[in-house]
């Protein structure tokens, strides 16, 4: 075996064995809901998104652990292929073919990714926009100029939200109350 194909087969193992490590160990160590100690965060469960126009969302870069695995996976892949054709076997020909494939694939899987991401934001988070005028029912009180915790269901989802009286005004649990502005990640609400 030659060492161009060598580096090719390490560069396909090793993004193989990344992408099958990564799905494994997602579901071991990611996606709780706890915060640290194992218990609910206390008023960060905020799910509007802001910061973002209606033209980009979060969620994706081009440049992540995904898509590196996929070029080096791609390129290890293509590259064992064309070293063994004879027309492609020189390195000279084989590594920019198997590079520029890795490119295609690699741009291929954040374009997939993307559009699922996309999909599923558009489809259950709200919009900052949206929210304001809608009613929302405080479910941590809010004490005079501090900070409580609402809930509001906006596109068939709840959601919750940290939120403060406008003026400093107080609310108590189980109230209803409308949403008049957000700053940042706070909500202010008034009487309904």
């Given at each position: 075996?030659?060492?161009?194909f060598?580096?090719?087969?390490?560069?396909f193992?090793?993004?193989?064995?990344?992408?099958?490590?990564?799905?494994f160990?997602?579901d071991?160590f990611?996606?709780?809901?706890a915060?640290?100690?194992?218990h609910?965060?206390?008023?960060?469960?905020?799910h509007a998104?802001?910061?973002?126009?209606?033209?980009?969302?979060?969620g994706?870069s081009p440049i992540?652990?995904?898509?590196?695995?996929?070029?080096?996976?791609?390129?290890?892949g293509?590259g064992?292929?064309?070293?063994?054709?004879?027309?492609?076997s020189?390195v000279?020909?084989?590594?920019?073919?198997a590079?520029?494939?890795?490119l295609?694939i690699?741009m291929?899987?954040?374009w997939?990714f993307?559009?699922?991401?996309?999909?599923?934001?558009?489809?259950?988070?709200?919009?900052v926009?949206?929210?304001?005028?809608?009613?929302?029912?405080?479910?941590?009180?809010?004490?005079?100029d501090?900070?409580g915790?609402i809930?509001y269901?906006?596109?068939?989802?709840?959601?919750?939200?940290?939120?403060?009286?406008?003026?400093?005004?107080a609310?108590?649990?189980?109230?209803?109350?409308?949403?008049?502005?957000?700053?940042?990640t706070q909500?202010?609400?008034a009487?309904s």
């Amino acid at each position: 075996m030659d060492k161009v194909f060598m580096v090719y087969l390490i560069c396909f193992g090793v993004g193989l064995l990344f992408t099958l490590v990564s799905a494994f160990m997602a579901d071991v160590f990611g996606g709780h809901d706890a915060g640290a100690g194992g218990h609910e965060g206390i008023g960060a469960d905020g799910h509007a998104e802001a910061g973002f126009g209606t033209h980009d969302m979060p969620g994706f870069s081009p440049i992540s652990p995904t898509t590196i695995a996929s070029f080096i996976t791609a390129f290890g892949g293509i590259g064992m292929v064309l070293s063994k054709i004879e027309a492609t076997s020189p390195v000279w020909i084989s590594a920019p073919v198997a590079a520029l494939g890795g490119l295609v694939i690699a741009m291929l899987v954040f374009w997939l990714f993307r559009a699922v991401f996309r999909r599923t934001q558009s489809s259950s988070e709200s919009k900052v926009a949206q929210v304001i005028g809608l009613t929302a029912t405080v479910i941590t009180p809010i004490a005079a100029d501090g900070v409580g915790e609402i809930a509001y269901i906006h596109g068939g989802s709840r959601y919750t939200a940290p939120a403060r009286g406008e003026d400093g005004a107080a609310f108590g649990n189980g109230r209803t109350v409308k949403i008049t502005r957000i700053v940042g990640t706070q909500f202010y609400v008034a009487a309904s």
